[in-house]
């Protein structure tokens, strides 16, 4: 009995904590699928490709749909989608937190490393903190919202509609996702003040961290935050205002986007479709029908997507800066990283590029396979599909409803690393290596 026990312990897999994590999000992504695949979750028949794409399309808070939410899906399928919009922007561990400690069970090691790899920490110490921390917020957050959404929607839709409604934009929103109960967005509220603020306010709180909001919170003085909180308000703060001013000038006199509006509606337009490509996926204008140059800033503020444990996708605004500074520090000819006085360590300058290096050969991967499904369709709208997908956006110039089979597929893949983030796929399935060796150094030709 004693060897059987020696072998079974031998021969059992033992998966790491970004391994489990990944067969967690996929078990959630099937189950999910299963359930939009229900008669009673859908108006009409759905395929089990498309139940899985929009499963994925939830589960990753991504927002890119093959057929219309708000008519082919019941309310029972709605709710689905709901729980996991919900389920995949808090992430899986942070619901898993809360019922432990609901039924007051100990929470171990390595339930703790699969937590720190879920919200993308540095360190174990201090997650469960975090987690509580997240839940109080998000749902008060999502709260008021509600009550907002609801004083513009109840007068409109009715107490049941404008409520429903309310909820689901609200948690949509918050979470990044994306997904609208209306075929044309928000384009109906373009010029509408509150629905646009309370809207931007969810998807950018949301996208700006559970780090940073919870330094806000200890931390009253901004000398006092620590560089990651400081690098991400600035950043977003400047990536934000620039977006804006660039999408104005560019849509300005476009009969499609800006140009039929008030100024007002000019300036909220401008100002929300800048906010929405970092990982939001809600659109006020006709994304199709802006210019090319627009659609090109746009796939740029898409990659770039929002910040590190929040609900948000892309390589993020913090890899970003790090490698604009290293840049700009090789350009000036300087050894050491250097940002509001502190030094940046060489090892988030590797993790940096590294994200950057696997993200780029996954989009241009997921392209080129589009480029051979999707016979006919326009460059731009692969590469604007693609770096969507990627970044958890869920914006549309239209290709996601006419994608083929194989294309969906290529999409559900691409919304699926960009959501785990390509580091915690590579770490996955690399194997670790090994620094005892050093080799002899010799410089080489670059650039």
Not at 55 to 77: K, P, Q
Not at 177 to 203: C, E, H, K, Q, T
Not at 302 to 307: P, W
Request: net charge positive.
């Amino acid at each position: 009995m004693g060897n059987r026990t020696v072998n079974w312990r031998r021969h059992s897999i033992h998966l790491s904590p970004p391994q489990l994590l990944l067969f967690i999000f996929l078990f959630f992504i099937l189950f999910g699928a299963a359930l939009l695949k229900l008669p009673m979750a859908s108006t009409e028949p759905v395929s089990w490709l498309n139940a899985l794409f929009t499963s994925t399309s939830a589960m990753t808070v991504t927002g890119l749909i093959v057929v219309d939410t708000g008519t082919v899906f019941t309310t029972f399928g709605e709710v689905v989608i709901m729980a996991l919009i919900q389920i995949g922007g808090l992430g899986i561990m942070s619901f898993a937190v809360l019922i432990y400690l609901m039924l007051g069970k100990k929470i171990g090691f390595k339930e703790r490393l699969i937590i720190q790899q879920s919200l993308n920490q540095t360190s174990v110490g201090g997650v469960i903190r975090l987690v509580k921390h997240l839940f109080i917020f998000s749902f008060a957050v999502e709260g008021l919202a509600l009550i907002l959404l609801a004083s513009e929607w109840i007068p409109e839709y009715g107490w049941k509609q404008g409520l429903y409604y309310s909820l689901f934009h609200s948690i949509s929103a918050f979470n990044n996702a994306g997904f609208s109960l209306w075929a044309d967005g928000l384009m109906r509220y373009v010029a509408n003040p509150l629905v646009n603020i309370v809207i931007s306010g969810l998807f950018i709180i949301g996208g700006i961290g559970f780090t940073v909001l919870t330094d806000l919170w200890y931390s009253k003085k901004f000398q006092k935050l620590s560089l990651h909180t400081k690098l991400m308000l600035i950043g977003t703060l400047v990536i934000n205002v620039v977006a804006m001013f660039v999408i104005f000038f560019l849509e300005y006199n476009n009969p499609k986007t800006l140009a039929n509006l008030s100024t007002m509606g000019k300036v909220l337009g401008a100002y929300f479709q800048a906010v929405s490509p970092r990982t939001a996926g809600f659109n006020s204008l006709d994304i199709a029908g802006m210019e090319d140059s627009t659609i090109i800033f746009t796939v740029l503020l898409m990659f770039i997507g929002a910040g590190s444990a929040s609900t948000g996708g892309g390589i993020k605004v913090t890899t970003f800066l790090v490698i604009t500074l290293t840049v700009v520090a090789f350009l000036r000819q300087r050894k050491d990283i250097h940002a509001f006085r502190r030094r940046i360590d060489e090892t988030y300058i590797y993790k940096s590029l590294a994200i950057s290096m696997i993200s780029v050969v996954l989009i241009f991967s997921a392209m080129f396979l589009l480029t051979i499904t999707e016979k006919g369709v326009p460059f731009i709208q692969i590469l604007f599909e693609v770096v969507s997908a990627f970044g958890t956006v869920g914006l549309s110039m239209g290709l996601t409803f006419n994608l083929t089979a194989i294309g969906k597929c290529v999409i559900i893949f691409v919304m699926f690393v960009g959501k785990l983030g390509p580091l915690t796929l590579a770490f996955s399935l690399a194997k670790k290596g090994s620094d005892k060796i050093s080799y002899p150094k010799e410089d080489i030709l670059t650039g």
